[in-house]
């Protein structure tokens, strides 16, 4: 069956664009996660939803970060006022649920000129 | 807070060598414990995990891990190493809710770049 998907898979903007990043689970999870892998580092946790909404999202840097997941399937990742800084990987993963094995997409590499 | 460190970012084995990539973590309760796989361009594989049964957990591809709580330890291996077994690998952990479930939010290492040499 079909996996976790991302799109784009290479996003490049300039400092202070809005970018959204989107992420398909695999169908039936109801746990999607996202993380950002800078380079030469392991993935760092952003935000977790269980359904439509947002479990925990202690992970998100600042409030130029934001994610949504409105019918409880896709999630989309916005970055406002983008940095250079903001520069790497997004990864997304589902689960059948909380706590179940996570099934990573390929991930979006972000970089902002 | 959780955190995981892996000993070496890189480490350099011959093939049909021992593979041992090391991983410690920092918990008062027993996490979840994870290895992860990430092959070029692809996205990341889970290889094995612990969760509270067997210490000596067996994986895809002819991986095992062994916990050690007096350690808090959690080192992958592989008897024989193969060309194909060069990718990076990256230890993760997931709070033990009190209900004994996982929590879910991995918590990765660093990462280590395993290279086989024929």
């Known amino acids: 069956g079909a996996g976790v998907s991302q799109t784009p898979s290479n996003k490049v903007t300039e400092k202070g664009k809005y970018v959204e990043l989107r992420c398909d689970p695999i169908?039936?999870?109801?746990?999607l996660y996202w993380y950002r892998q800078s380079l030469g580092q392991g993935p760092e946790f952003l935000i977790y939803?269980?359904?439509?909404?947002?479990?925990?999202d202690s992970g998100l840097p600042n409030d130029r970060f934001f994610a949504v997941r409105p019918e409880g399937s896709v999630s989309t990742l916005k970055i406002q006022r983008t940095e250079r800084g903001d520069s790497a990987v997004y990864l997304c993963a589902s689960s059948f649920s909380q706590g179940n094995e996570q099934f990573f997409g390929p991930g979006t590499r972000l970089t902002v000129l | 807070a959780q955190s995981v460190t892996q000993l070496g970012s890189h480490v350099s084995v011959s093939e049909g060598a021992l593979v041992l990539l090391r991983c410690n973590y920092s918990s008062s309760v027993p996490p979840y414990l994870f290895w992860y796989v990430q092959y070029p361009n692809q996205g990341l594989q889970l290889l094995l995990k612990?969760?509270?049964?067997?210490?000596l957990v067996k994986g895809i591809n002819g991986f095992e891990a062994e916990f050690k709580k007096s350690e808090t330890s959690f080192h992958l291996t592989k008897p024989s190493a193969h060309m194909s077994d060069a990718a990076e690998y990256f230890c993760?952990?997931?709070?033990?809710?009190?209900?004994?479930?996982?929590?879910?939010?991995?918590?990765f290492g660093q990462g280590t770049i395993l290279t086989v040499h024929p």
């Open positions: 169908s039936g999870h109801t746990a």
């Open positions: 612990y969760t509270s049964a067997a210490t």
């Open positions: 993760a952990v997931s709070d033990r809710r009190a209900g004994g479930t996982s929590y879910g939010k991995l918590t």
């Open positions: 939803f269980q359904g439509t909404g947002a479990a925990d």
